[in-house]
């Protein structure tokens, strides 16, 4: 899941720089040392050698800024990997620790039966958050394998976002007026797997993000005319700064120092959402909501409205994707 990158290229690029750091040498020598000492210059061999010298110096600084480049990647992904590891050890640490502390109590107390019940509810959540990120690291991990020609069919784009919607709500145990939507018919060319990997990510970010006191999320779907359909997920949560929005869709990104992050996750939720929208051919941005509070994402993805749902030939519907995380 971590980039594994080689070692060859720093390597490599190591050596010959200081070959070529050698070479310079000898040519100040050359050019400098030998004419002092023999009392006599040669034009012909300076005037060879300085654009030489001059070439070779040039690429002393790309190998600098080449290895300054790849310091700065080296850092970022040490960066990227201790905010997974403090990530997924919060994730594992906490439903662990509740479960066993459920467990304990039922073992050694006398409860009611509606205590009870609220225990087993209790403790079902907790599998359910650790189900779900099992799941996502394996969405991660499998996103190197494309989608073989015949797993691709038509997708009604409205039913499955209607769906995840409601799953979102019933996951956050908020009411389903919460979520807006404004939904044309429409029809893109994938598998319905990933398109609601993308849009159950997307949504469920923007539930969880949304202002806790007074949550509101408008879920938008069109067709723009030019064989591309328009998806727009916002909502009124307290945004993403200007600096982090290109990072954002990394692995393992999120804001802030994640052992102080009251919302659970990985930083996976984006990485995927991008990954497949890039590989369907679409496009995704976050828009500039101004004045207004909360984050916009803006997907682009190819595909065509309809007139109503059951015209598409071979409407695919997904079912059993694995959970979200932002």
């Given at each position: ?24 040498i000898?040519g100040w ?50 960066q ?10 919060h ?16 073992n ?5 039966p ?7 509810r209790?403790?079902?959540?907790d ?12 969405d ?8 073989e020609e ?23 145990q908020?009411?389903s007026?919460v ?6 018919p ?6 319905a797997v ?5 849009f ?13 006191r ?29 600096k ?25 939720g984006?990485?995927?959402a ?31 409205g ?21």
């Amino acid at each position: 899941m971590f980039e594994r990158r080689s070692l060859k290229l720093p390597i490599t690029l190591g050596v010959v720089m200081i070959v070529v750091v050698v070479v310079l040498i000898v040519g100040w020598v050359i050019l400098t040392v030998l004419p002092a000492v023999s009392g006599e210059g040669s034009p012909g061999l300076y005037w060879t050698l300085l654009p030489v010298g001059a070439s070779l110096l040039a690429f002393v600084l790309v190998g600098v800024v080449m290895y300054l480049i790849l310091s700065v990647k080296a850092v970022n992904l040490t960066q990227r990997q201790s905010n997974f590891i403090d990530s997924v050890t919060h994730e594992l640490k906490s439903p662990i620790a509740s479960l066993k502390l459920y467990l304990q109590t039922l073992n050694r107390r006398q409860l009611t039966p509606e205590e009870q019940q609220d225990f087993y509810r209790y403790m079902l959540e907790d599998i359910e958050r650790l189900d779900t990120l099992i799941n996502h690291l394996l969405d991660a991990a499998r996103l190197d394998r494309s989608p073989e020609e015949g797993e691709c069919g038509d997708v009604l784009l409205a039913e499955i976002l209607r769906r995840i919607a409601e799953e979102v709500c019933l996951r956050y145990q908020v009411a389903s007026e919460v979520v807006d939507l404004q939904l044309s018919p429409c029809v893109v060319r994938a598998r319905a797997v990933d398109v609601e990997l993308i849009f159950r990510n997307l949504i469920d970010n923007a539930v969880k993000y949304a202002n806790d006191r007074d949550p509101r999320v408008r879920v938008t779907l069109a067709a723009d005319g030019h064989d591309r359909v328009r998806v727009e997920v916002s909502d009124n949560g307290r945004g993403i700064p200007q600096k982090l929005r290109r990072k954002i869709f990394g692995r393992f990104v999120r804001v802030g120092s994640e052992l102080e992050r009251e919302k659970p996750g990985t930083g996976l939720g984006l990485y995927i959402a991008r990954t497949l929208i890039t590989r369907l051919g679409g496009k995704i941005r976050i828009q500039d909501n101004g004045a207004r509070p909360g984050t916009t994402f803006e997907v682009i993805l190819p595909g065509r409205g309809v007139e109503s749902e059951n015209e598409s030939e071979s409407p695919a519907v997904a079912s059993g994707a694995s959970g979200s995380d932002g």
